[in-house]
């Protein structure tokens, strides 16, 4: 039993006198630590506009260092966790927002005075009299829009009600705080600070005004309604068990699909996994049934994508991921592997091998959450073009299992920002750079897949 050996030389005979003692003053090095880290990273600015990457990188040494030590604090202190998580996210809000969030606000000006961001390029003449501050800071200015639809008309509300750069990242935020609550509620805090306390996640969403947390949220919460309706009871045959889409278990699966699909609509990466979910309750509950938990959950995109086609008039298939321009210097594993040996490939056909591999792990008949873990980093390792804050859209599927892949991008991603050190433009990663981003996640990944393993084989067996 933990804690024995300190009751043989603990003189007030308590068995959990000097494990309870440790561990809170573990639990308490790590938080500060951590925010330090966040404090520092704040300090520094923005590593691609600041010139202070080296004392950027600091703190984030910092706050991964108490971000690993959160391993191995006990499942206890759930509200301190909850506040800690609060803490660093408004430490972090005073940072300047990314160019990404200023196009966004400022594409979302474009939209209420009934010009289309889709057509037009922000360096277009007709937009001149929309320069501001804002303009000055998007980079691709020749560039349309490439957001999706659902984005777009989420960043047009926010504009409509006078949200600046920094209300934006407050509303992102209080967003991102309602994830860390809800892991914490249904995990508790040991998993949970694997998102509450992870400075990757912390940095994009609070520092920077990333959206990723719109569609987390979602994403999250049809997934986690899946796990308690239809993993944790015996598989999706409970929907034909218990009267279908109208008994009770079917009602819930078609919120999840739901709430997946709106993630979809905001990321189409997420559509393998809403896939999934028709694929197993059309071969365990039946065509009839399968159908309609696919047209659940593609109603919000086909709401929002028909929007965005008929009264924008934006061809939807210049916004998948195959379609957009790569950046020569992107952050990518298969495809710069293949040039580095001078074999260059179309994009279009990474995107493809991604597609192939996501069916072929969907016919295996996996949990949802394994299901989704693998088909994501599969996408991470295939995709031509992948950036830093792309790794957080793990975390949805990685906290239930403590998914060691995610655990450690988490801090490797960092390694992402040694391009701007010491560099007036940024270039590319050198080998022992990209390898020490990538190398974690792929050890990761590769545990991950052999070690989570159910004795099942794909049937939807856990242990709770």
Not at 304 to 313: C, E, P, R, T, V
Not at 326 to 349: I, K, M, Y
Not at 436 to 447: C, R
Request: net charge positive.
């Amino acid at each position: 039993m933990n804690g024995s050996l300190s009751y043989i030389e603990n003189p007030y005979g308590s068995v959990f006198y000097r494990a309870r003692k440790r561990e809170a003053a573990l639990f308490a090095f790590a938080a500060i630590l951590f925010l330090w880290g966040c404090f520092r990273m704040t300090q520094a600015g923005l590593p691609s506009e600041s010139g202070n990457a080296g004392d950027f990188l600091i703190g984030a040494l910092f706050a991964s260092c108490g971000f690993f030590l959160s391993w191995y604090v006990g499942n206890r202190w759930l509200w301190i966790v909850i506040a800690v998580a609060a803490l660093a996210r408004a430490l972090l809000l005073p940072m300047p927002a990314s160019e990404d969030l200023s196009r966004r606000l400022w594409e979302g000006d474009v939209l209420n005075t009934n010009l289309n961001p889709y057509e037009l390029a922000p360096s277009s003449e007709e937009l001149r009299l929309l320069r501001d501050g804002r303009w000055d800071r998007i980079e691709n200015k020749d560039r349309v829009s490439s957001q999706a639809p659902l984005v777009m008309a989420v960043f047009r509300v926010l504009n409509t009600m006078g949200f600046t750069e920094w209300s934006a990242k407050t509303a992102l935020v209080v967003v991102d705080i309602w994830i860390c609550i809800i892991l914490a509620l249904r995990y508790g805090s040991k998993k949970a600070m694997l998102y509450c306390w992870n400075p990757l996640a912390v940095y994009f969403i609070a520092g920077e005004g990333r959206s990723v947390s719109l569609f987390l949220l979602p994403a999250l919460g049809g997934y986690l309604i899946w796990e308690a309706w239809v993993d944790r009871k015996g598989g999706a045959v409970v929907i034909a068990n218990n009267g279908g889409l109208g008994g009770g278990p079917g009602q819930m699966v078609s919120f999840a699909a739901l709430l997946i699909g709106l993630a979809v609509a905001m990321n189409i990466v997420f559509l393998p996994i809403l896939v999934w979910m028709f694929w197993h309750v059309l071969s365990k509950s039946g065509l009839r049934t399968g159908l309609a938990i696919l047209v659940i959950g593609l109603v919000p995109v086909f709401c929002f994508s028909g929007w965005g086609a008929y009264s924008l008039g934006a061809d939807m298939r210049s916004l998948l991921p195959f379609s957009l321009p790569v950046d020569p210097g992107a952050l990518s594993l298969l495809p710069n592997l293949f040039e580095f040996v001078n074999l260059r490939l179309d994009p279009e056909l990474y995107y493809f091998a991604i597609v192939a591999v996501a069916f072929a792990l969907m016919i295996r008949n996996e949990s949802l959450g394994r299901y989704s873990n693998l088909y994501l980093g599969v996408y991470f390792v295939f995709a031509a073009e992948v950036a830093p804050w792309h790794f957080v859209w793990l975390a949805p599927f990685a906290m239930g299992v403590g998914q060691l892949g995610f655990r450690l991008v988490s801090i490797s991603a960092f390694v992402y920002f040694f391009i701007y050190v010491n560099a007036d433009m940024p270039g590319r990663l050198l080998i022992w750079q990209s390898w020490a981003l990538w190398s974690p996640f792929l050890l990761g990944m590769i545990w991950y897949g052999v070690k989570g393993r159910s004795k099942a084989d794909g049937l939807y067996v856990r242990s709770y």
